[in-house]
């Protein structure tokens, strides 16, 4: 054993105390000749690794140790509280944890090795964290948390296109609200609004609210009019989005209001009239029938003569009356009844009344129309209105004396 540990002192005396590495207190072991004995040591290339999701991280990690023996590695991820062996080292065996992390983790260097690096393929965002590695080597002095290193994982995500909009109505003199959001970016990434040339314009607070995403436009003008750009960025890298201004005079949707309503308002217009006239026809027209329809009710039915229901054997008396009738009608010109009575020939002639004293009735020219003279009547011929002797003979009529009015008023 004495010669053991010389050959060790020796060899620790030509390696030299490695860096990064403490003796016991005093930095000696007491050895003699003031050579020093190293002690296990984990060493980290840094505390903190970011890894961009879907790309590889590595987590670099070697220890020091004067000892030729294997090591016993095991690494561990401690998150949400809670400890988990994911890869380890022991008698010269690698052994992998069933975990998401199997098919994408590995030793970065074939073991056994004092590099005791790993690697993760494809890092996702679940897989930030905690790592700690320890190492133990037989016949080497350990002190508490010298054999033990830890590294945090930070898996950085990209922003994920982000969402534009447009809110409040763009005309002149308005006021509007750009606005910005991504749903996906680790950490949640800074927006930054600009307007694309021609009319090149950044804007700054407090216009733009950069963790907001929002952008305040005031006093809108149609110069203001254009394409503007959100840019949502992170340290794993960034998407933009953009949307079109479009300044207006007036209102677009009062003018298509307007012209829903006035189009709608001259529908119900011509239907009304439409209406109007239909309903106006169809009252004249019920109207009409209706007129031809209606009986008056003060409507004097037309009489039948009593003579047309007597039997043809009462002809006398329907002679008489006839002749009654063309007895009383005069012509124009005709003389007042005299004393004598008119009679009717047997032939159905008529004869006037016999001038008085014997004389010849006087000649009476018809008076003139509009200067010119009438033709007058000959008094052969039958008054207007008067039936002709041939239609009296044949209905059968008999020539009768008719009894003439005088003067006085008595029958002669």
Request: proline share 9%; aromatic share 6%.
């Given at each position: 054993m004495g010669a053991l540990r010389r050959a060790?002192?020796?060899?620790?005396a030509l390696l030299g105390e490695p860096r990064g590495t403490r003796g016991a207190p005093g930095g000696r072991h007491g050895a003699p000749g003031g050579v020093s004995l190293a002690v296990l040591e984990v060493h980290v290339g840094t505390s903190l690794v970011?890894?961009?999701?879907?790309?590889?991280?590595?987590?670099?990690?070697?220890?020091?140790?004067?000892?030729?023996?294997?090591?016993?590695?095991?690494?561990?991820?401690?998150?949400?509280?809670?400890?988990?062996?994911?890869?380890?080292?022991?008698?010269?065996?690698?052994?992998?944890?069933?975990t998401d992390l199997k098919p994408r983790m590995g030793f970065l260097y074939p073991m056994p090795n004092r590099n005791i690096s790993i690697f993760i393929n494809a890092t996702r965002?679940?897989?930030?964290?905690?790592?700690?590695?320890?190492?133990?080597?037989?016949?080497?002095?350990?002190?508490?948390?010298?054999?033990?290193?830890?590294?945090?994982?930070?898996?950085?995500?990209?922003p994920a296109a982000p969402t534009?909009?447009?809110?409040?109505?763009?005309?002149?003199?308005?006021?509007?609200?750009?606005?910005?959001?991504s749903k996906k970016g680790k950490p949640s990434p800074m927006?930054?609004?600009?307007?694309?040339?021609?009319?090149?314009?950044?804007?700054?607070?407090?216009?733009?609210?950069?963790?907001?995403?929002?952008?305040?436009?005031?006093?809108?003008?149609?110069?203001m009019s254009g394409v503007y750009v959100c840019r949502a960025e992170n340290q794993a890298g960034s998407k933009n989005c953009s949307i079109v201004l479009e300044v207006h005079s007036t209102s677009t949707k009062a003018v298509i209001a307007g012209a829903v309503l006035g189009s709608l308002g001259a529908l119900a217009t011509i239907i009304f009239f439409a209406q109007k006239v239909v309903g106006y026809r169809r009252k004249k027209r019920d109207s009409q029938e209706e007129g031809a329809n209606e009986i008056k009710e003060d409507a004097v039915a037309p009489?039948?003569?009593s003579w047309a229901r007597r039997p043809a054997?009462?002809?006398?008396?329907?002679?008489?009356?006839?002749?009654?009738?063309?007895?009383?009608?005069?012509?124009?010109?005709?003389?007042?009844?005299?004393?004598?009575?008119?009679?009717?020939?047997?032939?159905?002639?008529?004869?006037?009344?016999?001038?008085?004293?014997?004389?010849?009735?006087?000649?009476?020219?018809?008076?003139?129309?509009?200067?010119?003279?009438?033709?007058?009547?000959?008094?052969?011929?039958?008054?207007?209105?008067s039936l002709p002797p041939s239609s009296l003979a044949r209905a059968g009529a008999v020539p009768v004396m008719v009894p003439a009015q005088s003067r006085a008023g008595s029958l002669v």
């Open positions: 060790a002192l020796a060899l620790a970011f890894s961009v999701e879907g790309q590889q991280a590595v987590l670099p990690v070697w220890y020091t140790s004067i000892s030729q023996n294997k090591p016993y590695v095991t690494w561990m991820l401690n998150k949400n509280a809670a400890h988990s062996q994911i890869l380890a080292y022991l008698g010269g065996v690698v052994k992998e944890s069933e965002e679940q897989d930030s964290g905690q790592y700690m590695c320890s190492v133990n080597v037989v016949d080497d002095d350990i002190r508490l948390d010298k054999n033990v290193g830890i590294i945090n994982l930070t898996v950085l995500v990209p534009c909009q447009l809110h409040g109505n763009a005309i002149v003199g308005a006021n509007v609200t750009l606005s910005c959001s927006y930054q609004w600009q307007r694309e040339p021609p009319t090149l314009q950044v804007f700054f607070p407090p216009a733009q609210d950069r963790t907001r995403g929002t952008l305040k436009l005031t006093n809108l003008s149609l110069e009489k039948t003569p054997s009462d002809t006398m008396s329907k002679t008489s009356t006839l002749s009654s009738i063309a007895g009383t009608r005069q012509t124009y010109g005709a003389r007042a009844p005299s004393d004598t009575a008119s009679i009717l020939t047997t032939t159905g002639s008529y004869r006037g009344p016999p001038p008085r004293g014997g004389g010849r009735p006087p000649n009476l020219s018809p008076p003139a129309v509009n200067g010119t003279p009438r033709r007058r009547q000959d008094p052969a011929a039958a008054p207007v209105g």
